[in-house]
């Protein structure tokens, strides 16, 4: 928030052939193989063919103590959902950070990305700042305001001043990790047989390499999520189906988790590392180990899935495609069966359009969880909460 190892073939075939019947959603978007213009938008041939040709790019940030808050989240309290300010945009990332929620929205027909705000107790939504640009993009981070999100190897900086927007680097490989006034990223070296894991200055600047991660195939480099802290940080290896980890002070490479079914979303914890894969959704410890599953493959199947954590739980959501109903879980983090937190349904009666079905994204803080939903009866995407409660 170093490592070596390939994905064998028969371990490819595990993900290819319990994707059937699935369908991926990320934040941001989700693999070119598996785009139209929505951003969840694919056949179910397409999502079985995901993780052979390209990694998800679903995350989740390190949990955090949540920041005070004067704004009381518009659901608390209540048993149903409320929705907040509809975003009028095709794909949708969310965010908290204190009093506000952040959305990432994209419009692919006006190649357009662009930040929004708005506050937890339903206000109307701000745009901060837009980028234009197409290309899929990788998972967005967010940090005291700004917006960090990768688009066609290009690095972006939206807000947090009004209109900022910056393009801090091209050649990017992965989802960006924000630590303090830094960014953690990949950039993949086609011509050399290891990876770079670079800091990047989150106002802009030169690029120091922190360390060298091997390649685990000549072909193509994919690393579908990186998360980082002071101390480490976390890289996963869609290509090698591992786990690396780096120490920022001595920059010393491991692998932390080895053949583990291409990891996907990772979540840091103090003194572990939340991760979801092809065999569902573990825990282990950072510095290495035999890992615990906390939830099957019924629950968390990578590509297809998004993970997060709040104070006392786990989040879990994996989208299934062609069905009328998709669901939210919730597992205590000290333990226990999960449950389902929100179901979502399907608003196509056939359950055929899986453009859009379901959500696309969540973020969850101390008080409420916040999805974002494709609409068809409406434009854009809806914006609901759910009191923890």
Same mark, same amino acid.
């Given at each position: ?8 073939? !028969? ?19 989700? =693999? ?19 993780? @052979? ?6 995350? !989740?940030?390190?949990?955090? %103590? ?23 945009? %095709? ?12 959305? /990432? ?10 930040? +929004? ?6 206000? @109307? ?19 005291? *305001?700004?917006? +960090? ?17 910056? /393009? ?6 992965? =989802? ?24 990047? =200055? ?13 390649? !685990? ?14 101390? %480490? ?34 979540? /840091? ?18 510095? *290495? ?8 493959? $019924?629950?968390?199947?990578?590509? +297809? ?6 104070? $006392? ?18 597992? =205590? ?19 055929? $359009? ?25 434009? *854009? ?6 009191? /923890? %409660?």
């Amino acid at each position: 928030m170093g490592l070596v190892g390939s994905a064998g073939v !028969a371990l490819l075939s595990i993900p290819a052939l319990a994707a059937c019947g699935r369908h991926q959603t990320t934040n941001g978007a989700p =693999p070119a193989a598996a785009r139209s213009v929505a951003p969840a938008a694919a056949s179910s041939s397409a999502a079985a063919l995901a993780p @052979a040709s390209a990694p998800p790019f679903a995350g !989740a940030t390190p949990s955090a %103590e949540p920041k005070a808050s004067a704004h009381h989240c518009k659901a608390l309290g209540k048993k149903t959902s409320t929705e907040l300010a509809p975003i009028l945009e %095709e794909e949708v990332a969310l965010a908290v950070e204190g009093d506000d929620v952040y959305a /990432l929205g994209y419009t692919h027909a006006l190649a357009r990305s662009r930040l +929004y705000r708005f506050t937890r107790d339903g206000g @109307a939504p701000e745009v901060l700042a837009e980028q234009k640009g197409l290309g899929d993009r990788k998972h967005f981070s967010l940090q005291d *305001g700004a917006g +960090y999100y990768v688009q066609a190897g290009k690095l972006f900086k939206l807000g947090p001043a009004q209109n900022s927007a910056l /393009l801090l680097r091209d050649g990017v490989h992965s =989802p960006a990790a924000v630590v303090s006034d830094q960014l953690l990223v990949v950039a993949c070296d086609s011509k050399a047989k290891a990876d770079h894991l670079l800091r990047i =200055p989150s106002a802009g600047g030169d690029a120091e390499t922190v360390a060298d991660l091997p390649r !685990a195939s000549a072909d193509r480099c994919q690393y579908s999520s990186v998360v980082a802290d002071e101390r %480490e940080a976390f890289i996963a290896d869609w290509t090698g189906s591992q786990i690396f980890g780096v120490s920022l002070r001595d920059k010393v490479v491991r692998v932390v988790v080895a053949k583990r079914g291409f990891p996907g979303p990772l979540v /840091l914890e103090p003194d572990a590392l939340v991760y979801s894969s092809a065999l569902g959704m573990f825990r282990v410890p950072r510095t *290495g180990g035999a890992p615990t599953r906390l939830a099957d493959t $019924n629950e968390a199947l990578a590509p +297809y899935s998004l993970i997060a954590a709040s104070r $006392n739980d786990y989040w879990v959501f994996d989208n299934i495609a062609y069905t009328n109903e998709s669901v939210l879980h919730r597992l =205590p983090r000290a333990g226990g069966d999960s449950k389902a937190f929100m179901k979502l349904h399907n608003a196509d009666p056939n359950g055929e $359009n899986i453009d859009g079905q379901g959500l696309s994204d969540f973020a969850v803080d101390d008080e409420c969880v916040y999805v974002a939903q494709r609409q068809f009866k409406r434009p *854009g995407t809806q914006i609901i909460a759910k009191s /923890l %409660e």
